[in-house]
């Protein structure tokens, strides 16, 4: 065995300071080696198809409004190789303008003959990802689609029409090598069979994807039993296999799909919170194979850029959601997949002998290059509770180069810890060993890797500023405007009609659409604004309803559910006569606001009541302005300037807006606002202030964590839970220190978004100068409703405030923003 050669380097004793130790060469004295690792290059082992991330639900719909240069830094750290987590494929949806999670995407052919290759923002971001590796695998796959097909989604007119969206993507100059069927909603055999049939002719080089179910590989013995089923199909794709968001412990496949002669992937799996979900993803990497024999994997959504009231919030490998400051979160899950994506490519092989588990609760895979012996070995330690030694051999025409050590320290939340180059290594003899910590990613590789260092100028929690407005002019025909962001339907710019000129922005989709899993049966609607803090203002549109059997303008809007928006909606019928809805998706209903018992409410059950409603002199088909103004409790409904109705109602306290349809009609929007019709509250600046609690769930539950910090944030999707394994029971309190005596005389406060465990329901207010003797100087009771709540209290100084849940949903307490006010403020009453 050659002499050890003992790194020295300054990187490598910062590597240690961290808690990773280095390589080192053969024959190190010091630690017993625990395991080896034998790598050998002539081992068996499948081809590795790729790491991607998906784009679908509407989930990239915010990154198209960025602002460059942090538009291009969020595109570097995704698809750039040797800087972010160069992503080896990208899924896309085949817009089908139906919800199909948070969103509907445009279709590219909304009846026959009605082509048009630019709609959307899908093309852009293969362009982009192309542009950044133009080795990158392109994969399309359909949610919901046009309702003009006969027969169904199953039909020939669907196979002309993914033949046709393959047509658009040569037009972007753009390869696509993957499509599948409907996602998430079964198969029929002898439709891809027909396709497989259709796309040899035109399209030979595309590969076809069965059958992207949901944590169900029914499929893999459907192509085992059926050989022209088999013959038709070129991989064999299931969702979530590590089960849905949970730690990805165990990743199965099935023993027919594993049989068959043809890669398996998981091609579809949940990413998590940005900066949550590293450990399961490093997890679901190794175990993917090692468990299911799946050789590509695939995370949704590739970039969490939705408005946070939509459902499953940061969902994502990176946060975009501040499209109109330019900031965004980078967290630790882009460097968990760079660890594999760096050092590898599509086309390597993997190692069976180099891959497995060890003893001590760590799972390793070791890959190869086909053209030269560059190898590398991914090791990660999320199970593992004590450190480990291991030897790695390399053998059977392997790269005696050298070995580069990179690692992940998925314990820290210091983006410093992650995808640090610990230190180099000469395996001379073939062999070397490190000792491993428990909660990392270890990457042992010949092949370099560069960490990128990109940020935002931004910082985090700036709003869109109020006034808004929004007139249409400056865009070209069928074009999204922005931050507005389509539900259900679609919206885009068109020439205005009868008799104004410009540019307007119109519902298109007439033929309602192939809905998946039953979200697109409700009307066409699109949101815009801050969910953050929007809170007393007026918001007006120009509308020409023409044959529209109503048209919506939406106001306060706390969340949009399938079905449901919890926030206020003013209908204007044909007629001209008008409603004022209040509506809400929590589970509770409108009228708990008003003290009645909603304890038995079904969860997301949808409950509307009508608030107010007349008649206006209306024309259909003249242009008319319609206007909601909120100030605390009052809702003043306008008509063409006229106020035409009053009400007092304090269900829904702040949100964006929004502009609806009826199904499926079409009608156009012009001279959006949004302006302040009170003073805007002044909040201590989330930046400033640190929370505590009595109690918190900080483990990994569902894709998130609900420690402290969570409730002061500035993201509504995030919240501060109390203890439930095991329960702890209430009361509970939350604590800010808002890091230096302020004047302060209330707080408000936002329930969890999704209306469920945790809502207060009755509080207690203390403050404090030390933060040891508190003094009460509020209490009462809120409803159990998602609208943002309210406690104040004479004007005084402290640096610590208390909120204290004496009773809450489910014996729970939960927050998901608190703010504390200064004066002039003068918070209305909840």
Request: aromatic residues 10%.
């Amino acid at each position: 065995m050659a002499s050890l050669r003992i790194l020295t380097r300054l990187v490598v004793v910062t590597g240690l300071l961290l808690g990773v130790t280095a390589v080192s060469g053969p024959g190190t004295a010091g630690a017993a080696t625990d395991a080896t690792i034998n790598v050998d290059g002539q081992s068996a082992g499948r081809t590795f198809d790729g790491i991607g991330g998906l784009s679908a639900g509407a989930s990239s719909r915010l990154l198209y409004d960025y602002p460059d240069p942090e538009r291009s830094q969020i595109l570097d750290y995704l698809f750039k190789p040797g800087y972010g987590a160069a992503m080896q494929v990208l899924k896309v949806e085949i817009g089908g303008d139906t919800d199909s999670t948070d969103g509907a995407e445009p279709s590219h052919m909304r009846a026959p003959g009605d082509l048009d290759c630019d709609r959307g923002y899908e093309w852009w971001l293969m362009e982009e990802a192309k542009a950044r590796n133009p080795n990158i695998k392109l994969y399309g796959l359909e949610w919901g689609a046009p309702g003009y097909f006969s027969g169904g989604f199953w039909s020939r007119d669907n196979i002309d029409y993914i033949k046709s969206w393959l047509g658009c993507a040569q037009r972007h100059g753009l390869s696509v090598d993957y499509v599948g069927g409907w996602n998430e909603s079964g198969f029929d055999k002898g439709w891809y069979e027909q396709l497989d049939q259709a796309l040899a002719t035109s399209y030979p080089n595309v590969r076809i994807v069965a059958a992207d179910q949901y944590q169900n590989w029914s499929v893999g013995t459907a192509l085992r039993q059926d050989p022209a089923f088999a013959e038709a199909v070129d991989v064999a794709g299931a969702h979530d296999s590590c089960t849905a968001r949970t730690l990805y412990q165990h990743c199965p496949s099935s023993a027919d799909a594993q049989a068959l002669d043809m890669p398996l992937w998981d091609s579809e799996t949940s990413s998590e919170a940005h900066d949550v979900g590293a450990g399961p993803i490093a997890r679901s990497l190794n175990r993917d194979y090692l468990d299911g024999r799946m050789t590509a994997h695939i995370y949704w959504s590739l970039i969490a850029a939705w408005y946070p009231d939509l459902p499953i919030a940061d969902t994502g490998l990176m946060l975009a959601e501040w499209p109109w400051s330019g900031y965004y979160s980078i967290g630790s899950s882009i460097w968990s997949i760079a660890q594999t994506t760096q050092f590898t490519e599509p086309g390597w092989r993997y190692l069976d002998s180099g891959s497995g588990y060890l003893d001590g609760g760590a799972s390793y895979v070791s890959l190869r290059s086909p053209d030269s012996g560059d190898h590398t070995t991914v090791v990660e330690t999320m199970d593992a509770t004590e450190p480990t030694t291991v030897r790695v051999a390399t053998t059977g025409g392997l790269s005696d180069g050298t070995v580069h050590e990179w690692a992940t320290d998925l314990t820290s939340t210091n983006q410093s810890d992650y995808f640090v180059h610990v230190g180099d290594v000469d395996p001379a003899g073939g062999s070397y060993q490190a000792t491993l910590q428990p909660g990392h990613v270890y990457t042992f590789t010949t092949m370099p890797g560069h960490k990128g260092l990109a940020r935002p100028s931004a910082s985090a929690g700036e709003q869109l500023p109020v006034p808004f407005q929004e007139n249409f002019d400056g865009y070209r025909p069928e074009q999204l405007a922005r931050y507005f962001s389509d539900v259900n339907g679609a919206f885009q710019t068109e020439p205005c009609r009868n008799g104004r000129a410009g540019t307007c922005y119109e519902q298109v989709v007439s033929t309602q659409p192939i809905a998946w899993n039953g979200r697109g049966n409700t009307d066409p609607s699109t949101v815009f604004g801050d969910p953050r803090w929007w809170g007393d203002y007026t918001v007006r549109t120009d509308v020409l309803p023409e044959n529209s059997r109503y048209v919506e303008l939406w106001g306060r809007v706390e969340r949009k559910d399938p079905g449901a928006v919890s926030g206020y909606r003013l209908r204007l019928m044909h007629d001209g006569s008008w409603q004022l809805l209040g509506q809400d998706a929590s589970g509770t209903s409108v009228s708990a606001a008003r003290g009645t018992d909603c304890s038995a409410c079904a969860p997301h059950a949808v409950h509307t009541t009508r608030l107010a409603a007349g008649r206006a002199a209306f024309d259909p088909d003249s242009w008319h302005q319609v206007a909601l103004r909120f100030r605390g409790d009052q809702i003043t409904v306008l008509v063409d300037g006229a106020q035409v109705g009053e009400v007092r109602d304090r269900a829904h306290t702040a949100g964006q807006a929004g502009l609806a349809v009826s199904g499926w009609d079409r009608a156009q929007f012009d001279d959006v606002a949004v302006t302040p019709s009170g003073p805007t509250p002044q909040f201590v600046p989330q930046a400033d202030v640190s929370a505590t609690a009595t109690t918190a769930h900080t483990a990994n539950y569902r894709g998130y964590t609900f420690d402290a910090s969570r409730a002061v944030d500035d993201r509504p999707e995030t919240y501060w839970h109390s203890e439930f394994q095991p329960h702890a029971p209430l009361p509970q309190s939350i604590t800010l220190d808002l890091g230096g005596q302020r004047s302060v005389n209330g707080l408000s406060y936002q329930p969890r978004l999704d209306g469920s465990n945790g809502m207060m329901t009755a509080y207690d207010v203390s403050v404090s100068d030390d933060g040891s003797t508190y003094t009460p100087v509020a209490s009462g009771n809120w409803a159990a409703t998602t609208s943002t709540k309210f406690a104040s209290w004479p004007e005084r100084s402290a640096r610590y405030v208390r909120l204290t849940a004496t009773a809450g949903v489910g014996g729970f307490a939960s927050a998901a923003e608190i703010r504390v006010a200064q004066p002039p403020t003068s918070l209305p009453p909840s």
